[in-house]
């Protein structure tokens, strides 16, 4: 048998979960927290919407990760291949094998361009692009921008999209810049939304289709993207009333992502889930695996996953691994999560609900579901300082 570490508290993936999950324990006394990352830089990725809009650059969004290690946690800069849950065990690419009383899987989602054949071939031509990943974020607004007329087609997936409503984003951000060029009259824009609705609050879904109708959008919700032909620049699309194929100038994709394959390959997964981890969605304990804890993207928590549901999540995470050790009451998870999207390239509106669809607002006054220039403001400029100095830090209660 190979020789292997131990820690109290394993942590697998470094992201907005895994590190204010370190950073909260830390805080919470636990002495002993690792995390396993292999990424050298660490993105703060709701910024990636603003730079497919024009309002940001990647450098805005990045920080080395060792920055944004929490003191006294001990990071390995690897990845992991594969877990051994009863033995709350994990191995890494590097071939080192780390045991852990408490493991903690947040290894985020990832992009499935398998889920729409022809799509990664598309996000390599000048026709199309996606602001959910930072090689193709600035090129969605050099698309959008450089736009003066013919038909640019934004698809909104609802498989397991993280922070889903935000592709409407660069949709608003760049129809308002069409309209301040003057060339909106020449632009056909169709939003094409495979969920029942824009956002899971009643009244920003409205607010959103308002706004969407202002500026002569034609919104489809129930509606798949099939696959995409780059070389004719054809979609083809599918909805209640039959297929259709759809040609575009530009097109948009906020596309399906799935979990990493170990997770299901570890045994980890929820039947019928896609390879998402099964946790029990109001502790986030493993349904299986009493000492393994799911949390972020990558667990199956029947809520619109978000960096704003990981505030609550992370101290749930955090109170429940005492929990168990103590004996005592476990904390619950509302499924809470929001949706933050501009109306135009002045107003935002924040839609924030439960996993009912009920509104579950941060502060009764004023109403954030109505767009606002202060929304606005806050999303782009102060949100990212909350994210490194309070979120990243612990600051979740
Ligand atoms: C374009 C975009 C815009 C968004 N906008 C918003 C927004 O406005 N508001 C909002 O609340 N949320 C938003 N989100 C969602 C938010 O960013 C995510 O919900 C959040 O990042 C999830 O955190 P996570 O730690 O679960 O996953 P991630 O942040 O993806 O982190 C996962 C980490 O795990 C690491 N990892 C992966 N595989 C392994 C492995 N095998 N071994 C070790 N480590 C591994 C990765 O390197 C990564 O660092 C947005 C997301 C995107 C992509």
């Known amino acids: 048998m190979s020789p292997h570490r131990h820690h109290d508290v394993l942590i697998v993936g470094g992201g907005n979960a895994g590190i204010s999950l370190a950073a909260k324990l830390r805080r919470d006394r636990c002495r002993d927290v690792a995390v396993v990352d292999p990424k050298q830089t660490h993105e703060y ?10 309002f940001a650059t990647l450098d805005d969004l990045r920080r080395p990760q060792a920055d944004v290690i929490p003191d006294g946690v001990r990071w390995y800069p690897d990845r992991v291949v594969a877990v051994e849950p009863e033995r709350s065990l994990v191995r890494l690419a590097g071939g080192e094998e780390i045991t852990c009383t408490d493991l903690v899987i947040c290894p985020g989602s990832q992009v499935d361009w398998d889920a ?19 090689e193709h974020a600035p090129d969605t607004w050099t698309m959008l921008s450089s736009l003066t007329s013919g038909r640019a ?8 999209v993280p922070c889903a409503p935000v592709g409407l984003k660069p949709l608003f951000l760049a129809a308002d810049h069409w309209r301040a060029t003057g060339v909106l009259g020449d632009v056909e824009i169709e939003l094409l939304v495979e969920g029942d609705r824009l956002v899971d609050l ?12 202002d500026f002569g959008v034609r919104v489809r919700t129930a509606t798949t993207v099939e696959s995409v032909d780059a070389s004719s620049r ?7 009333g039959g297929s259709e194929d759809l040609h575009y100038d530009a097109l948009y994709l906020a596309p399906p992502h799935r979990a990493p394959d170990w997770v299901a390959e570890s045994g980890l997964d929820a039947p019928g889930s896609e390879g998402f981890v099964a946790v029990d969605p109001h502790t986030l304990q493993h349904v299986a695996y009493p000492t393994v804890w799911g949390l972020g993207d990558v667990a199956t928590v029947d809520a619109l996953p978000s960096g704003g549901a990981l505030r609550k999540q992370v101290p749930v995470v955090a109170r429940n691994i005492a929990a ?16 933050p999207v501009t109306t135009s390239r002045t107003h935002l509106l924040l839609a924030e609900f439960d996993r009912d669809r009920r509104p579950e607002p941060t502060v009764a006054f004023p109403d954030l ?21 309070r979120l990243l830090t612990g600051h979740v209660s």
Do not use: C, N
């Open 45 to 54: 990725r709701p910024l990636l919407s603003w730079v497919a809009g024009g």
């Open 116 to 134: 729409i054949p022809g799509s990664e071939a598309a996000v390599a031509t000048p026709y199309a692009s996606t602001s959910y990943l930072p």
């Open 153 to 160: 087609v934004f698809v909104i997936s609802d498989r397991h």
């Open 202 to 213: 009643d009244r920003a879904d409205r607010e959103l289709r308002a706004a969407a109708e």
């Open 234 to 240: 054809t979609l083809r699309v599918r909805s209640a």
């Open 324 to 339: 168990r050790r103590t004996g005592k009451p476990m904390r619950r998870y509302d499924g809470y999560s929001i949706g």
């Open 369 to 389: 579901v109505r767009p606002r220039r202060s929304t606005f403001l806050f999303d782009r400029y102060v949100e990212p300082q909350v994210y490194w100095h």
